[in-house]
Structures are given as C-alpha cells and as structure tokens.
C-alpha cells in the first residue's frame, strides 16, 4: 500500500523544513546478491530504534528491520518491513521509485532517483526515509547508548544517598537529633551537598559530640 493523500502532504512539507529525527539509526548495509551475475540483484537493509522505544530495558527487541531486494533484470523490486512483504512490483528500466508505509504514528519511505545510467549499471541507490528524515542523517544509536551510559554514571545522588550520610553524621556526633534527619533534609532540599559539608566542617572543628538541638550548619536555609 502507499501513502494516504493526508500521508503524502506531510512528506511534501518535509521537503520545505528540516524535521526532527524521530529514530536512532542502527544498522545500514547494501549487497549484491545474484547467484550467476552478483550485481543483477540488489538487496539493501536498514535497521532503526524508533526513540519512544530507546529507553526500554530490552530496546533491541523493538528494532525495525527495512528490507529491500532489487532484480535489476525483471525490475521487480520488494520491501519487507519486520519479515512482512509490503511492496512487491516490477517496472523494467525504471530507475525513479518511492514507496511509503505507516507504522504507528510514523511515516516510512524508500526513494530511488531516476537514473538511467546508474541503473543499467547496476549502481542504483535507495534511501530510506524515517519521518521525512534521510537514514544518513538519523543520530547513531550506539552513540545514544554512550551517552546515556555517561549520564547515569553522573547522576545526581538519590535522597536516600544524603540520607544515609546525614544519618551516620547524627548519629555520630549528635545522637539526640537522629529523629530530626528527616526533616532537615526536607528543609535543605537542592542543597543537600551544601548541608553535608557544613555539617562536616562543624563537627569536624569541635571534635566532640555537637551540643546544637539542631543537626543544621549556622547559615539558615
């Protein structure tokens, strides 16, 4: 099946602005693959990760597998998209080509220029189109890993973590305050860095148990 006439305007307007990708590329290869004469058949697969999947636990199980097997002799040409046959036409020396699908909320396509030369070659190219975005230019998805990797591994500390410090603080040196820990934290919350270290250099410069009814540094909140 093709796009729907609603389908196919919003393909137009992406011509005229420059869209948001809205998948991370995966995985892209082209091959020849005639038994008798390697470049009679072409078969080109790309494999994406739309975003709204990239976060999930096993986000390899949602990858989109995009096929495409191209007999340049017959002119037939057929797309699978995820193992399922979309497409399946054949225009000898037709070199110009477009085809569209929808999945879910996102709008696919495969283009191919009209090139002649290129074609009777057995040299033509396709590209596939994620939401009016080329494959090309579509962010790595391995780069997304990285960077997600980079960002957990710099994570703001949870409560539970200021928690745990505060606590051994109070209980350490102010003991009659431990039901307070709770409290303060709530009252520092955001600067619970800057509570710790104030608590430290407190404790640290009596060198005794605090005698404030308060765990909280001078400065008031």
Request: net charge positive; glycine share 4%.
């Amino acid at each position: 099946f093709d796009f729907t006439v609603e389908q196919r305007f919003v393909c137009q307007l992406g011509h005229l602005a420059k869209m948001e990708a809205t998948a991370y590329a995966v995985f892209a290869e082209g091959s020849d693959v005639g038994k008798k004469v390697k470049g009679s058949k072409k078969r080109f697969v790309w494999e994406i990760i739309f975003k709204e999947d990239a976060d999930q636990a096993q986000a390899s199980k949602h990858t989109c597998v995009v096929e495409l097997k191209h007999s340049v002799l017959a002119g037939r040409r057929t797309i699978a998209f995820n193992g399922e046959v979309i497409h399946d036409s054949a225009k000898v020396l037709n070199g110009k080509f477009e085809h569209g699908w929808a999945h879910k909320r996102h709008l696919l396509r495969i283009t191919a220029k009209a090139d002649i030369v290129k074609l009777i070659a057995e040299k033509q190219e396709y590209e596939l189109w994620v939401d009016n975005v080329r494959f090309s230019d579509l962010p790595s998805y391995d780069e997304y890993v990285v960077e997600q990797e980079k960002k957990r591994s710099t994570k703001t500390p949870s409560k539970a973590h200021y928690r745990k410090q505060l606590l051994r603080l109070v209980q350490q040196y102010d003991p009659k305050n431990v039901a307070k820990v709770d409290q303060v934290l709530a009252k520092w919350a955001g600067r619970e860095e800057q509570l710790i270290a104030g608590l430290k250099t407190k404790y640290a410069k009596q060198g005794a148990r605090a005698s404030s009814p308060s765990p909280a540094p001078a400065p008031a909140p």
